[in-house]
């Protein structure tokens, strides 16, 4: 039975590896998994492996709606680059169409993720007990105030009548449906 139990675990782990290898030959985009990480999920699963938190994401979760500062639209379009480079662009800013090649490694990537952290028993309780799921959920919280505040900054550049990227590209830009295919 052992026997069994250790062959099925190699096995995993050698499709995990021939996945990650696979999505290796392409970087993931910031919205997939870098192959990189892969490897780690069991250690962030334990929390030994924490990403960091940069400090200014840290403030602005702990201040969203603050306006101080907020002089001019160059300030103001300096607060909202500073947002864009940890979270990338805003939801006004056109994207380009992935490839299907790109949209596939993203699969893998995940589905190697999927495979690895699948190799510690009971990972869900492991990681409310570790305080990974608690650190998950207030990078999560970070990462919506920040959203909200460049939000809010966007909505301060208007009243101001400063020119984009101050204020949003477009009136009507929003959340676009996925294709069907």
Known sequence: MRHIFRASTIGTAALAAMIATAAAAQQVD??????????????????????????????????????????????????ISDIDIMLGPDIDVPREERSDVDKGVDF???????????????????????????????????????????????????????EAPVRPLTDGAGVTAPSAD
């Not at 780690?40 to 403030?59: A, F, G, H």
């Open 108 to 162: 893998a990537g995940e589905t190697a993720q999927d495979i690895i952290g699948g190799l510690i028993p009971f990972r869900g309780l492991v990681r409310e007990i570790s305080g990974a799921k608690a650190q998950e959920r207030y990078l999560s919280q970070l990462i919506v105030a920040a959203d909200v505040r460049r939000a809010f900054l966007k909505g301060i550049g208007i009243e101001r009548g400063c």
């Open 30 to 79: 910031d919205d997939g998994v870098k192959v990189e990480e892969i490897p780690l999920q069991p250690l962030r699963d334990l929390n030994l492996e924490k990403e960091e938190i940069p400090p200014l994401l840290v403030d602005i979760g702990n201040h969203p709606y603050s306006t101080g500062g907020l002089t001019d639209c160059a300030v103001i379009g300096a607060a």
